[in-house]
């Protein structure tokens, strides 16, 4: 699996056997986990509060809020997707973008989702669709085939406050 997981982030491209179920359009916030098909009905799906956007967030505490929310993600291939997309993009990212940003990678309520959009392995639904999408979507690509193998380090964080 870290196989797979080292080569869709080196080449851009999904190839892992295994695929959790896509909920596709976000229509409810909730999670069931990844077992199959619930035949017996003693599955519970775990209701998520909705998401909200946050209008009087300053920018730069928005900034700190989506370089974390970037960091911990609820899988290994956003986490580092993400956290490397964001050490790169937040900082010079308009306001605009930033709640375009926040909404996508907060209001999903599965991750897989996220993944899958960004690769092109799903469609984007239409409300994520926009130009922090398209961005995310070339920068997955990694033509210039850098290696993401982890997170970045927060030493750059220092290096940007002096």
């Given at each position: 699996m870290l196989h797979s997981v080292v080569l869709t982030l080196v080449t851009g491209v999904?190839?892992?056997?295994?695929?959790?179920?896509?909920?596709?359009?976000v229509s409810?916030?909730?999670?069931?986990?990844?077992?199959?098909?619930?035949?017996?009905?003693?599955?519970?799906?775990?209701?998520l509060p909705p998401w909200e956007q946050k209008l009087d967030e300053p920018t730069d505490i928005k900034r700190r809020r989506l370089?974390?929310?970037?960091?911990?993600r609820g899988m290994l291939e956003n986490c580092i997707?993400?956290?490397?997309?964001?050490?790169?993009?937040?900082?010079?990212?308009?306001?605009?973008?930033?709640?375009?940003?926040?909404?996508?990678?907060?209001?999903?309520?599965?991750d897989w989702d996220i993944y899958y959009w960004a690769t092109e392995a799903q469609p984007t639904p239409d409300v994520y669709q926009g130009e922090v999408m398209?961005?995310?979507?070339?920068?997955?690509?990694?033509?210039?085939?850098?290696?993401?193998?982890d997170a970045p380090s927060l030493e750059y964080l220092e290096k940007q406050s002096q």
């Open positions: 999904c190839q892992a056997a295994w695929r959790p179920a896509v909920t596709g359009l409810s916030r909730g999670y069931k986990g990844d077992a199959p098909d619930d035949t017996r009905g003693d599955l519970i799906e775990i209701p370089l974390y929310e970037s960091r911990k997707l993400l956290s490397l997309f964001a050490k790169r993009y937040l900082n010079t990212m308009s306001e605009i973008q930033l709640q375009q940003y926040d909404r996508l990678i907060n209001e999903p309520s599965n398209d961005m995310l979507k070339e920068f997955t690509k990694n033509r210039n085939q850098e290696q993401r193998l």
